[in-house]
Structures are given as C-alpha cells and as structure tokens.
C-alpha cells in the first residue's frame, strides 16, 4: 500500500508565502505524475500544478508566476511552493502522485489535504 502524507499547510497574510510538501512512502517501484489540487467551500476541486516524470510542470493560470511545483525524486516527494498569496488561495490543498507498484501495476493515490488560509 502506498500513503501520502502532506505537510506545510497553515495561516498566512495575504502576500507572504507558504511551502507545501508532500512525500509518498510503502512499495513504489516509480512515480510518474505529482499533482497539487485544491478545493475551496462551496467550488469544484482543481488541478493547481503537475510535474512529469521528466520534470516538465503545468499551472493554473490562477498561479502562474506565483506558484512553483518541484520533485525530489530520491525522495519521492513533491513540493508547491506558493508565494505572493492572496485571500482566494485560501483551500484545501491535496496531491495526488500517479505509483508504479510493479512493472504491471500503476494506480493514483491522494493525500489527506491540508489548509491553507490566507488572511486579508
């Protein structure tokens, strides 16, 4: 079984910064795509950022320029790394990683979130 497990969630003022990680562990034979969604009350969830397994990322216009997705792959960790935050970041925050567990077998996995709050 895989877990992934987040960190760096919390409460900012509007234009301060906030990290964000999230690290995969249990049987992984590879990792193709980490993602970072987010979901605010009352809207749909959404995909914030990705990262291939080559490295190439894709934003939200939302973010763009603002947000920075990385990948530490030795350590099977991804990053979100949000600066210049605004109140309507404010949500919760969850990855999802795309796990190889065997040559044969690719499944997605979340994370449990975690809040961000970005005060006005």
């Known amino acids: 079984q895989v877990q992934l497990v987040e960190s760096g969630g919390g409460l900012v003022q509007a234009g301060g910064s906030l990290r964000l990680s999230c690290a995969a562990s249990?049987?992984?034979?590879?990792?193709?795509?980490m993602d970072w969604y987010r979901q605010a009350p009352g809207k749909q969830r959404e995909l914030v950022a990705a990262i291939t397994s080559g490295g190439s990322t894709s934003y939200a216009d939302s973010v763009k320029g603002r947000f920075t997705i990385s990948r530490d792959n030795a350590k099977n960790t991804v990053f979100l790394q949000m600066n210049s935050l605004k109140p309507e970041d404010t949500a919760v925050y969850c990855c999802k990683m795309v796990v190889a567990t065997s040559r044969l077998r690719v499944s997605s996995y979340w994370g449990q979130g975690t809040q961000v709050t970005v005060s006005s």
């Open positions: 249990g049987y992984i034979f590879s990792i193709n795509d």
